[in-house]
């Protein structure tokens, strides 16, 4: 089975145009999360679904950025205006999703896509 | 909230030798703790991983014991080799009970080369 898949790989956008991140999940894994890693930092958690039900986007840094998932499968994360401070890496990663472990569970992390805003 | 500090790097060894790549957490409750790696040019992947105070995770000849009393998931190999250069992080994820659905804490990353 395929991995975590994210398109595109690199990605250039002018300031404040807008960007629509893709990522599609291993087969059959109902959580998904879309973190953000900056040039030397760990990465850090923008937001999750279980299956199409966005439960927590607390770390969305603006209102700028929007994610979805409507099939609960392909999440698609969207940042319109792009800023010169969007540039990083944004990882997508998928878990099988068991309620009773969720915290215990491996998250398989795509290539990520690599945004660089001028 | 939680927080997860890693040593400083870069750290540079020659094969062979022994590695200690220390990590520090705060948390409420009783966390996971994971290490995650990033070989060059690929994603990051899981290494290995600890779920309760006490347990070993191990996993390529690392290891890492989760000691809730130090707050600490040091990793630990014996003998590096050159292809064991890559960046390497520590993160956790909160415990059971609140909402936060696994979502992972990372530390800053603790890049490491090996030289033959």
């Known amino acids: 089975g395929a991995g975590v898949s994210q398109s595109p790989r690199y990605k250039v956008a002018k300031r404040g145009q807008d960007v629509a991140l893709r990522c599609d999940p291993i087969?059959?894994?109902?959580?998904l999360f879309w973190y953000q890693q900056a040039l030397g930092q760990g990465p850090e958690f923008l937001t999750y679904?279980?299956?199409?039900?966005?439960?927590?986007k607390s770390g969305l840094p603006s209102d700028r950025f929007f994610a979805e998932r409507p099939e609960g499968s392909v999440s698609t994360l969207k940042i319109q205006r792009t800023q010169q401070e969007d540039s990083a890496v944004y990882l997508c990663?998928?878990?099988?999703?068991?309620?009773?472990?969720?915290?215990?569970?491996?998250?398989?992390f795509g290539p990520g896509t690599r945004l660089l805003v001028l | 909230g939680n927080s997860v500090t890693q040593m400083e790097g870069p750290v540079t060894l020659s094969e062979e030798a022994f590695l200690t790549i220390n990590c520090t957490y705060t948390?409420?409750?009783?966390?996971?703790l994971f290490w995650y790696v990033q070989y060059p040019g690929e994603g990051l992947q899981l290494l290995l991983k600890?779920?309760?105070?006490?347990d070993k995770g191990s996993n390529k000849g690392f290891e890492a014991t989760y000691r809730k009393e130090t707050t600490s998931f040091h990793l630990e190999k014996g003998s590096v080799q050159v292809s064991d250069s890559a960046v390497y992080f520590c993160?956790?994820?909160?415990?059971?009970?609140?909402?936060?659905?696994?979502?992972?804490?990372f530390g800053q990353g603790t890049i490491l080369t090996v030289h033959p």
């Open positions: 990663a998928s878990s099988l999703g068991g309620r009773a472990v969720w915290f215990q569970e491996t998250q398989y």
């Open positions: 087969s059959g894994h109902v959580s």
């Open positions: 679904f279980q299956n199409e039900a966005q439960l927590d």
């Open positions: 948390a409420t409750g009783y966390p996971s």
């Open positions: 600890a779920t309760k105070a006490d």
């Open positions: 993160a956790l994820s909160a415990g059971a009970g609140g909402t936060s659905y696994g979502k992972l804490t």
